[in-house]
């Protein structure tokens, strides 16, 4: 399981890579994994206000449908367009051309109390 050091991540599998004041966000390579093929995801529209907790998409397996979480409260000012087309981009580069959103956070330091990739990795094995 591929759990990059420099990103942060939360217990319901959503990682965050903080980009100079933005957040990027996407699904774990775990969660892909348990998900299975993925064939369709579904993105909130830019501008749109998300709430920390809240769903904000869902991502749609040959397996099951999942929801997507809020990892911060903020603001959506990009969505990675080439899902709509791609969904697969998530199963074969979770932390790279399968990003899902980017967001404008309210608070910076939200990412200081998500898990770090040691935590993360002892969430999944344990």
Do not use: C
């Not at 957040?23 to 994994?33: E, H, L, S, V």
């Not at 990675?80 to 981009?89: K, M």
């Amino acid at each position: 399981m591929n759990v990059p050091e420099q990103l942060s991540y939360t217990a319901e599998h959503e990682w965050v890579r903080d980009e100079e004041g933005l957040f990027r966000i996407g699904i774990t390579d775990y969660a892909q994994d348990a998900l299975g093929d993925i064939v369709f995801v579904s993105l909130p529209e830019v501008g749109s206000e998300l709430h920390q907790g809240g769903t904000f998409g869902e991502v749609e397996s040959t397996k099951s449908v999942s929801e997507i979480y809020a990892p911060v409260q903020g603001l959506v000012v990009e969505v990675n367009a080439a899902l709509e087309t791609s969904p697969e981009l998530v199963n074969s580069d979770p932390y790279g051309e399968g990003w899902l959103i980017v967001l404008r956070p309210v608070d910076l330091r939200a990412v200081e109390t998500m898990l770090d990739a040691d935590a993360y990795r002892a969430l999944t094995e344990g």
